[in-house]
């Protein structure tokens, strides 16, 4: 017979609920621990991304276990997880927060140099994956095919970002520090560690 595991409020650690509170993030102690959002999530289903036990560590102030995981890496953002969650627990936000804390703390380095790469193409290009980073080996053939594929799908041959939503996506990066925060990255200015492979 299985034992059941009881996390009673009296082994609870506040600290990291009540800045979400501070952060606006709606009621994360909530949780119901129903498997709804881990069901749902495409994530999931390809990692071992799992947010009742990410919840878990952060109710019982595991911090540093949480900050230092791959898992909070491995979220899309597809806010599908909240749409299931019976509490309407603000999953995605509470996951962002995670990830700026765990930067704050020289984490996540090495899967930020990925994501800095695909944000320095939307920078420069406006968009974040070109037809070349499809085949890093053999770029031209990887451009010719994508050329072949918009063809036949009736598209112009080249995507191209007008110069009016360049100039407002230029605006949006200055003024939400986006363009300033991956220079950073890129520069090397956020000394990081290395990251837990296993949760």
């Known amino acids: 017979m299985n034992k059941v595991s009881v996390l009673l409020t009296s082994k609870w650690?506040?600290?990291?609920?009540?800045?979400?509170e501070r952060w606006g993030i709606q009621r994360?102690?909530?949780?119901?621990?129903?498997?709804a959002c881990v069901g749902a999530c495409p994530a999931a289903r390809t990692s071992s991304y799992n947010f009742r036990k990410i919840i878990r560590d952060v109710i019982l102030g595991n911090e540093e276990k949480v900050l230092s995981s791959r898992e909070i890496w491995y979220c899309f953002y597809c806010f599908y997880c909240t749409s299931k969650c019976p509490s309407r627990v603000e999953i995605p936000y509470f996951i962002m927060r995670?990830?700026?804390m765990a930067m704050e703390r020289g984490y996540g380095g090495d899967i930020l140099r990925i994501l800095v790469y695909t944000s320095s193409n939307l920078i420069e290009h406006g968009v974040?994956?070109?037809p070349s980073d499809y085949d890093?080996?053999?770029?031209?053939?990887a451009e010719e095919n994508m050329v072949k594929l918009r063809e036949k799908l009736g598209l112009p041959p080249v995507m191209r970002v007008s110069e009016k939503a360049m100039e407002e996506l230029r605006t949006i990066f200055e003024e939400t520090g986006f363009r300033k925060e991956v220079e950073g990255i890129r520069s090397g200015k956020w000394p990081f560690k290395g990251i837990s492979e296993k949760y």
């Not at 994360?28 to 498997?35: I, K, Q, T, V």
């Open 13 to 20: 650690s506040w600290k990291l609920l009540e800045e979400a």
């Open 28 to 35: 994360p102690e909530e949780c119901l621990s129903c498997g």
């Open 98 to 100: 995670l990830r700026r």
């Open 128 to 130: 974040s994956v070109l």
């Open 136 to 141: 890093r080996m053999n770029p031209i053939s």
